[in-house]
C-alpha cells in the first residue's frame, strides 16, 4: 500500500510570512496527526483529527496555526505568520482507527526553515 | 497525562558491543509502548511495539525490548551492534483512560543518539 504522503519536502521562508503544508493519509484511514520535531527533540502532537473532527488540538499555537481535514481525508497545516521558532519538520501520521492497537504511518515531513 | 523521559541523550558504543537504551514512562491504565528510530533527513520508522502479552518483545534489525510495569520501564537492547544502527532513537506511549477510552496519540521521548564506532 501507498505510504503517507506529504510535500513539499523542504521549504524556507522569512519571519512574519505564511507557509503551508499538505498530507495525504493512506487510503482508509480515520485518524490522522500533525506533528511538530524541533531539532533534537522529540516529535510533539499539535492535532488529532478523527475523520474530518478535531479530537485533541490542546497544544496547537492557535494564534498563528490552522489545520483543517475536509472530507475525511487529505489535511493541510497552516502557519501564518510564521516566526523563526516555528523552524521544525512537520510530520504527518496516519492510522486505521485510533489507539494504540493500530499501526501508526509516518510520513518523511516537511522541514521548515524560517530565516 | 502521558510522558517519556529517555535517560540518555547521547549513546556512544564501538560495533559489536552490545547497547541499552533506557526508556521510563508514566501513563494511565493501560499503554501501549514504541521504539522508533530515525535516520538523518528520514522519517520515522518502527523497530518495535508492545502491546499486550509477552514483556520480551523482539523487533527488526536484531534489536528487542522488555515492558517492565512495576519499574514503568521499556528499554530498547541489541546484542551487537553495527555502524549502520548509527540513528537517533524514540520511545514513545500511548494508552486508555480508565474508562478505557484510548487516546490515539503517541507522546514521545526527547530521543537518544546512538553513535556506533568503528
Known amino acids: 500500500e501507498a505510504g503517507v504522503a506529504q510535500s513539499p519536502r523542504y521549504k524556507i521562508i522569512e519571519k512574519r510570512q505564511s507557509v503551508a503544508f499538505w498530507c495525504n493519509p493512506i487510503s482508509g484511514h480515520a485518524t490522522l496527526y500533525w506533528y511538530q520535531q524541533i531539532l533534537g527533540q522529540g516529535p510533539k502532537l499539535l492535532i488529532q483529527f478523527q475523520n474530518n473532527g478535531v479530537v485533541d488540538d490542546s497544544q496547537l499555537p492557535k494564534d498563528r496555526f490552522s489545520a483543517e481535514r475536509l472530507k475525511g481525508v487529505d489535511s493541510t497545516l497552516k502557519i501564518q505568520p510564521a516566526k523563526l521558532e516555528d523552524s521544525a519538520v512537520y510530520l504527518c501520521?496516519?492510522?486505521?482507527?485510533?489507539?494504540?492497537?493500530?499501526?501508526?504511518?509516518f510520513g518523511s515531513g516537511t522541514r521548515l526553515t524560517v530565516v | 497525562a502521558q510522558s517519556v523521559t529517555q535517560l540518555d541523550s547521547q549513546v556512544p558504543v564501538f560495533e559489536e558491543a552490545p547497547v541499552e537504551l533506557r526508556c521510563n514512562y508514566s501513563?494511565?491504565?493501560?499503554?501501549?509502548l514504541f521504539w522508533y528510530v530515525q535516520y538523518p533527513n528520514q522519517g520515522l520508522q518502527l523497530l518495535l511495539k508492545?502491546?499486550?502479552?509477552?514483556?520480551l518483545v523482539k523487533g527488526i534489525n536484531g534489536f528487542e525490548a522488555e515492558f517492565n510495569k512495576s519499574q514503568t520501564s521499556f528499554h530498547l537492547r541489541k546484542p551487537s551492534v553495527h555502524i549502520s544502527d548509527t540513528a537517533e532513537y524514540f520511545c514513545a506511549v500511548t494508552g486508555a483512560n480508565a474508562g478505557g477510552t484510548s487516546y490515539g496519540k503517541l507522546t514521545f521521548g526527547q530521543g537518544t543518539i546512538l553513535t556506533v564506532h568503528p
Open positions: 501513563s494511565s491504565v493501560s499503554v501501549y
Open positions: 508492545y502491546l499486550s502479552g509477552s514483556t
Open positions: 501520521a496516519s492510522q486505521a482507527g485510533t489507539g494504540g492497537a493500530y499501526g501508526y504511518t
